[in-house]
């Protein structure tokens, strides 16, 4: 339980912050959603750096996690440009806290007998379900905010893994948290794909911006790391 609590403690701080950055960029003109999503991928960039060097250092980790949910913040913020979308806060925060009741529901089904007993066919089939359901939602409604849930579900999905490896300290927990983060460079290349297929490969850089290693899965239910 200990374990859970820290992870989707840490993966609520991420989203959230990931959010803030986003909608406090709203009120950047940048003239291209190509320019955030450029400066999000260097941030993520810098942060696989530093978590390079960082090793096992907690004080390192947490500096590059931090990195990661600003970048996070300026791909959701190149999205929404992309899209033309403009999201409170508290909706954004909402579907944050979403993704954190999805990790929750994956752990309660982790702890029931049968799943427990064949964990790694389980993991396997709650993503694939997961994902079919995200499919099956994009397609059926018309929403400002399922496609960043459907953002946030991916590295939600990299958080549950981390979870799931084994840890022998806190520190070695927040190292594996900390690589979790690196799945947003599968959203800034999905986001890029989408800007790309609508656009025809043609990519406007104007710079015009003024101010207005993963060990085997278990069921996360152990206090232990």
Request: glycine share 6%; hydrophobic share 55%.
């Amino acid at each position: 339980m200990k374990k859970t609590m820290i992870v989707s403690g840490l993966s609520l701080l991420f989203l959230l912050t990931a959010s803030a950055v986003a909608y406090g960029l709203r009120r950047m003109a940048f003239s291209s959603a190509w320019i955030p999503l450029a400066i999000g991928a260097g941030l993520l960039v810098l942060s696989g750096i530093g978590a390079f060097f960082a090793k096992a250092e907690m004080i390192k980790n947490i500096v590059c996690f931090c990195v990661s949910a600003v970048a996070l913040g300026f791909c959701i913020c190149a999205w929404y440009i992309f899209r033309g979308f403009d999201n409170a806060f508290y909706v954004i925060a909402l579907v944050s806290v979403a993704c954190i009741a999805y990790l929750w529901i994956f752990y309660a089904l982790s702890r029931i007998p049968f799943f427990e007993r064949h964990f790694n066919l389980f993991f396997w089939i709650f993503y694939i379900l997961s994902f079919i359901a995200y499919v099956l939602i994009v397609i059926f409604t018309k929403t400002t905010y399922v496609s960043t849930f459907g953002y946030y579900m991916l590295i939600e999905m990299a958080f549950i893994y981390a979870l799931c490896s084994d840890s022998e300290n806190i520190q070695d927990l927040v190292r594996r948290i900390t690589l979790a983060t690196y799945s947003v460079f599968a959203v800034a290349v999905l986001i890029a794909v989408f800007m790309l297929s609508e656009s025809g490969g043609d990519i406007d850089m104007d710079f015009d911006l003024k101010v207005s290693s993963v060990k085997k899965r278990r069921p996360p239910h152990d206090d232990g790391f």
